[in-house]
């Protein structure tokens, strides 16, 4: 409708891809004939200096790496079908963003509406021999940000400066002047994040109030802290702390692709462990009890959960039951 509207609104749009499993409609395949296609871009032996192994992090990506390579014959040709797979759902859901902006102009409401793009993760394509999220590296942790705001964004302009999805919400709350405490009594916790109005207002020179890095969490267990692996990106550097100590930092003026973890280099000590503090003071202090530990936790067993009579075969018409039976709980 095109009727000017006085009462405040809010639409969350979500879109599934890309994300596993990598299917798209034929047409967006297409448009990435396999010829055509180049893998990311990645170094062979890139994985050995890492300590994703010595950590047990998620080991779903490499597994995916090492199946790619035994199904296609190569990691190249594997790796290049499943590129497409991914550019083909980029595609797709760029469309489905295109077709929500399309909605917000024909409403009439297109001056006076804010607008965020973004996604929950990024996506390893064969760097460091692994094919998943859940990394720390560069890939699986960067997300797209764009953010439009009517007479105060400049259309094109870029901020370098890390930030976290946590912010996201103290920004609405300050462009659309919110008021009221989000707390429910005096047992909460004060609002997290910062406003990014600065970065909106000005991008190259706003003044930050928040932290001077952007912190990742890749879960590893059911305690707050000693048990998870974090990750760190400031402007310049990437540092990287698993549960068992190990370290990982990459220089990004020098090497975007992060191929040389400079964390055991005598010469780069100081900064590790600048770096290591300031993840530290980031990070904060585990509640104690804030979740509990389970003595056991059950292993999920997709197939038996998708095989509902049982029959040791799970159909196409099961798995859409069980998918369809599942985004119903989920709402």
């Known amino acids: 409708t095109q009727r000017k509207k006085r009462k405040p609104f809010f639409l969350s749009v979500g879109f599934i891809r890309p994300h596993t499993p990598m299917v798209a409609p034929q047409r967006f395949f297409d448009m990435f004939p396999l010829e055509t296609v180049k893998p990311a871009r990645f ?7 890492t300590g994703f192994a010595s950590a047990k992090a998620s080991n779903r990506g490499n597994r995916a790496y090492r199946l790619l390579q035994e199904s296609y014959g190569s990691a190249e040709v594997g790796l290049g079908a499943y590129t497409q797979a991914y550019l083909a759902c980029v595609a797709a859901v760029d469309e489905c963003v295109g077709q929500v902006l399309s909605a917000v102009d024909e409403s009439g409401q297109a001056d006076n509406t804010i ?5 929950d993760h990024g996506f390893n394509l064969g760097e460091k021999e692994y094919v998943f999220k859940n990394s720390l590296w560069e890939e699986s942790v960067r997300v797209p940000l764009i953010i439009r ?10 901020a370098t400066q890390p930030v976290s999805l946590i912010d996201l919400f103290p920004t609405l709350v300050d462009l659309c002047d919110l008021e009221g405490d989000t707390r429910k009594n005096n047992n909460g916790r004060s609002l997290d994040g910062h406003s990014l109005r600065p970065f909106i207002t000005d991008p190259k020179r706003g003044k930050w109030d928040g932290p001077a890095g952007a912190l990742t969490v890749v879960a590893g267990g059911r305690n707050p802290h000693d048990t998870h692996h974090f990750s760190l990106r400031t402007r310049r550097w990437r540092y990287i702390r698993y549960n068992n100590g190990a370290q990982e930092l990459y220089d990004h003026d020098n090497d975007p692709f992060e191929w040389t973890n400079l964390a055991t280099s005598p010469k780069h000590a100081a900064i590790t462990k600048a770096l290591y503090r300031q993840l530290v003071d980031v990070r904060g202090t585990a509640v104690p009890a804030a979740v509990p530990v389970s003595a056991v936790r059950q292993k999920w067993d997709w197939f038996r959960a998708v095989d509902k009579n049982k029959d ?10 069980w998918s369809r039976a599942a985004d119903k709980r989920n709402g």
């Open 115 to 119: 607008v965020i793009v973004t996604s």
């Open 149 to 158: 705001v009517p007479r105060l964004s400049k259309a094109g302009s870029d």
């Open 312 to 321: 040791g075969t799970a159909t196409e018409a099961e798995w859409l039951a």
């Open 43 to 49: 170094m062979l032996g890139d994985a050995k200096d």
